[in-house]
């Protein structure tokens, strides 16, 4: 059936218990070094069959500690050995006819921002990543979006640009809107990049 033509949600008949792993695998053998289950938990909501999984998110390191997200059921903190740093849950996330999650959230400086962009209050908050205590959050108008941040540099600042249905927002690191524009198509997944001194974002 075109998935595309159906109204029924994507992931129906899929709430089963799940096991959230994260695994450091050496590039060299393929062999496991370490094998971590962040979490054992029942989805509450489905997951598209072809398009993700409930594990779609980029893990991300900043040669320290590894971070591995689960969008719904937390963010994940460990030593390069595996031992557990910390860990976050930020809520639920509920999408559109169950479409499933997968943004990933950005590390810089001293912070991970995550982009939660669903059928609740939208937002975009800043964790130290050295604790997961959250140091600001602000809210945005947006419905369920897929794409990552992108930290742009230039002109002597940093900014978190994020797309959206609604607008296409860059926020300064303290979390205020610095400008917007004009959204783009129904649910923005692709991220944005950075070149010729330009940023780039489509959908």
Known sequence: ENGAASHEPRGAGTKVPHKFVVLALDRKTGKTVWERTALEHTPHEGAHPQWGTW????????????YAYFDSFGLYAYDMNGKPAWSKDLG???MRMELGEGQTPVLHGSRIVVQWDHQGQSFIVALDKRTGDEV???????????S???VWEHDGRAEIVMAGENKVRSYGLD?????????????????????????YVSS
């Open 55 to 66: 594990a779609s998110s980029s893990a991300m390191t900043d040669g320290e500690l590894v």
């Open 92 to 94: 639920d996330k509920r």
């Open 136 to 146: 600001w959050r602000t809210d945005r108008e947006e419905l369920e979006n897929w």
């Open 148 to 150: 990552t941040p992108v």
């Open 175 to 199: 979390g205020k809107v610095l400008w917007e524009l004009g959204g783009m198509s129904f649910s923005t997944i692709p991220t944005g990049f950075v070149k010729h001194g330009l940023m």
